[in-house]
C-alpha cells in the first residue's frame, strides 16, 4: 500500500500534465488561428532593366481574408521612379478567401541603377512592406560614326496659321441667314394688316358705307361734339365722290361741288335725280354752319342727314355707269404696273443691302487672310482649288514612285523607237496638266533590256532641257544637288526657273521646274514638276508632293 503522501504528489503531477495539455492546446489553437487570418503578400516586376523613357510593370498581389479591408499605394510613392499609371485592381474570391492584384506602370527618364522601395500595403488598418527591388536604367546607344551630326538648326520665322476660317466661314454663313430673314421679313413676307389698313384696301363704296355705319356708333352727338360730327360726314362723302365718282371733292366748295354734279348729271355721267342733288346740298349747307357759324342742329336732325348721306352714297354708286370692257383693262394694267414698281423696289432695297453685307464680308476677310489670299478664293484661283482639294497617295509604273497628289496622275501611252527598244525594255509614264497656271506633275520608270545598265543622270537631264527648249522654252536656269527620299534612297535633283510657253497664251511666262532622278541596276525613276514662278499655291504642292516621294531602290 502507498503512503499517503506519496499518493498526494502523484496526484498533483498529474494535475499540472492536465494543465500543461490545455494550456498547449489552446496556444497551438491560437496560432492556428493567426495562420488563418493572416494576409499574404507578393511582388513581382516583369523586368529589370529597361532603356530611358520605357516602362516596367510592377505587380502586388495580396491573399487576405474575404472581409478584409486593403489599401494600396496611391501618388507617387515610387520615387526615384515615375508612376506613368495605376491599373484597376483585379479581384478573385475563393470561398473565405480574398485575393486582390494591384499593377502600376513605372518609368525614368535618366539612366542609372535605382531602388525601387518597399511599397506599404494597408489591410485592416495594419501596414505591411513589400520587398525592395534594384531597376537598372540604360542609355540609348546613339550610332555617331555612320549617323552624321548637324549644326541646330535655326529659328525659321512660320506664318500665322489661319486654321480658324472654319469659325470665320461659319459667321460669314450664320450673318447671310440673318441678312436674309430680315429681308424677308421686311419685304417678302405677307404682314399681317391692322384694321386701318383692312378698311383703306375695301372699295370706296363699301369703304364709306363702314365709315358711315362706324360714325352712328360714335359717341360725338352724346358728347355734344357736332362739329366733329358733321366734319367727319362731309369727308367721308367727298372722300367716296372723288375715289368713286372721279371728281374733285375734297378741295371744293359746297356750291362747287353741287355744279360740278349738276353737270353731270346733265351730261348723262352720272345719273343722279335733282332730288337727290338738293337733298345733298341741303346736307351740306347745313354742315357748312355747324362748322362756320357754330349753329347746333338737332340731334335727330344730325341722325337724319347721316341717313340721308348713306342713302346718297347708295344712288350715286347705283348711277355710275359699268365701265367698259377697255376701262376695266386699263385699271387692271394699272394696278399690274403698280404691283411690279413695287416688286422691283423691293428688290433694289434687298441687293442694295445684300451687296453692303457682301463688302463688308469681303473687306473683313481681306484684313484676317490678307487681300490677295481672300481675291484668289472669290476669283477661284486654279492651284489654289487644287492645294484644298482632297489628296491622294499612289504608286505609278515599276518600280514603283510612290507620291501624294491633288489629282490622279493619268497614263501616257508612249511608243519606243525601235531604237530605243533595243536599249528600254519598258517605259511607263503618268503625267497630270492643269489647263492654266503651267502646273504639271510628270512620273516616269522605266526598266532598261540590259538589267546590269545603269542609269545616266547627266544624259535625262540634257534631254529633257532639250524638251523645254522644243517646247518654246527660253532662258533656262539648271541648277544641281544630292537629293533623299523618305527612306533615304540617294537621287539627283535638278531644278531651276526659265521662261515657259503658256498653252493658252502662247505667250512666255516665268516658270521654275524640279527635276528628280533615281535608280541602280537595270531601271531608272523620274518625277518632273514646272509651275508659275510667283504662284505660292504651286509652290506649296510642289513643296508636299516632294515630302511624300518614296521610291524603291531595286527592281
Known amino acids: 500500500m502507498m503512503p499517503k503522501n506519496k499518493y498526494l504528489k502523484v496526484e498533483t503531477q498529474i494535475a499540472l500534465k492536465k494543465r500543461y495539455f490545455i494550456a498547449y492546446f489552446f496556444v497551438c489553437f491560437s496560432f492556428l488561428g493567426y ?8 511582388t513581382k516586376v516583369d523586368t529589370t532593366s529597361i532603356r530611358i523613357g520605357e516602362q516596367l510593370i510592377w505587380t502586388v498581389s495580396v491573399d487576405t481574408d474575404s472581409t478584409s479591408s486593403v489599401i494600396f499605394p496611391e501618388g507617387q510613392t515610387f ?37 525601387l522601395p518597399p511599397q506599404l500595403i494597408e489591410i485592416n488598418g495594419k501596414g505591411f512592406f513589400t520587398d525592395s527591388t534594384r531597376i537598372s536604367v540604360a542609355n540609348i546607344p546613339v550610332d555617331t560614326l555612320n549617323q552624321k551630326m548637324y549644326d541646330i538648326k535655326p529659328i525659321i520665322p512660320v506664318e500665322e496659321s489661319n486654321s480658324d476660317w472654319w469659325k470665320i466661314a461659319l459667321g460669314v454663313l450664320l450673318g447671310i441667314l440673318i441678312i436674309g430673314g430680315l429681308l424677308y421679313w421686311f419685304f417678302s413676307r405677307k404682314k399681317p394688316l391692322s384694321e386701318e389698313e383692312k378698311v383703306a384696301l375695301l372699295p370706296a363704296y363699301d369703304r364709306a358705307l363702314l365709315e358711315l355705319k362706324q360714325l352712328e356708333n360714335s359717341r360725338y352727338l352724346i358728347q355734344d361734339e ?3 360730327y358733321y366734319s367727319e360726314l362731309t369727308d367721308i362723302v367727298r372722300s367716296y365722290l372723288e375715289e368713286d365718282v372721279q371728281v374733285s371733292a375734297l378741295e371744293s366748295t359746297t356750291d362747287q361741288l353741287i355744279t360740278k354734279l349738276e353737270l353731270m348729271s346733265d351730261a348723262g355721267d352720272l345719273e343722279l335725280d335733282k332730288d337727290t342733288i338738293s ?7 347745313t354742315a357748312d354752319l355747324v362748322k362756320f357759324a357754330k349753329t347746333k342742329p338737332e340731334t335727330s ?9 348713306e342713302n346718297i352714297v347708295v344712288k350715286t354708286h347705283n348711277a355710275i355707269p359699268e365701265p367698259t370692257e377697255e376701262e376695266l383693262l386699263q385699271q387692271e394694267a394699272y394696278l399690274e404696273a403698280l404691283a411690279i414698281k413695287e416688286k422691283k423696289k423691293r428688290l433694289k432695297i434687298s441687293l442694295a443691302l445684300l451687296a453692303g453685307f457682301l463688302l463688308i464680308s469681303c473687306i473683313s476677310a481681306a484684313y484676317y487672310f490678307g487681300f490677295e489670299y481672300t481675291k484668289d478664293t472669290i476669283l477661284r484661283h486654279p492651284t489654289k482649288l487644287l492645294l484644298e482639294s482632297e489628296w491622294v497617295q499612289s504608286s505609278y509604273g515599276y518600280p514603283p514612285i510612290k507620291i501624294e497628289t491633288p489629282k490622279i496622275l493619268k497614263r501616257e501611252e508612249i511608243k519606243l523607237t525601235p531604237e530605243l527598244k533595243g536599249v528600254i525594255k519598258e517605259l511607263q509614264k503618268f503625267s497630270y496638266h492643269s489647263p492654266k497656271k503651267l502646273f504639271t506633275i510628270t512620273a516616269v520608270s522605266t526598266t532598261f533590256a540590259n538589267p546590269q545598265q545603269e542609269p545616266d543622270f547627266g ?5 529633257q532641257l532639250q524638251q523645254f527648249q522644243a517646247m518654246g522654252a527660253k532662258n533656262i536656269i539648271a541648277k544641281e544637288e ?7 534612297i540617294k537621287g539627283i535633283k535638278f531644278y531651276g526657273s526659265g521662261k515657259f510657253k503658256d498653252q493658252e497664251s502662247n505667250e512666255l511666262v516665268s516658270g521654275k521646274y524640279t527635276f528628280i ?5 537595270g531601271f531608272q525613276q523620274a518625277l518632273l514638276l514646272t509651275w508659275l514662278k510667283d504662284d505660292i499655291y504651286a509652290q506649296k504642292i510642289v513643296d508636299r508632293i516632294l515630302a511624300t516621294l518614296e521610291v524603291k531602290n531595286q527592281v
Not at 474570391?93 to 494591384?102: M, S
Not at 336732325?301 to 348721306?309: F, G, M, N, S, W
Open 35 to 42: 495562420a488563418q487570418t493572416s494576409p499574404n503578400i507578393k
Open 79 to 115: 520615387s526615384p521612379l515615375e508612376t506613368v499609371e495605376a491599373f484597376t485592381t483585379d479581384t478573385t474570391r475563393k470561398k473565405d478567401r480574398l485575393t486582390l492584384i494591384k499593377s502600376y506602370a513605372l518609368t525614368q527618364f535618366d539612366s542609372g541603377s535605382y531602388k
Open 226 to 228: 357736332y362739329k366733329k
Open 279 to 285: 337733298q345733298f346740298k341741303r346736307v351740306l349747307q
Open 301 to 309: 336732325v344730325a341722325e337724319q342727314d347721316r341717313k340721308a348721306i
Open 459 to 463: 544624259k535625262e537631264k540634257e534631254t
Open 482 to 488: 544630292e537629293y533623299k527620299s523618305l527612306s533615304g
Open 517 to 521: 532622278l533615281f535608280g541602280g541596276k
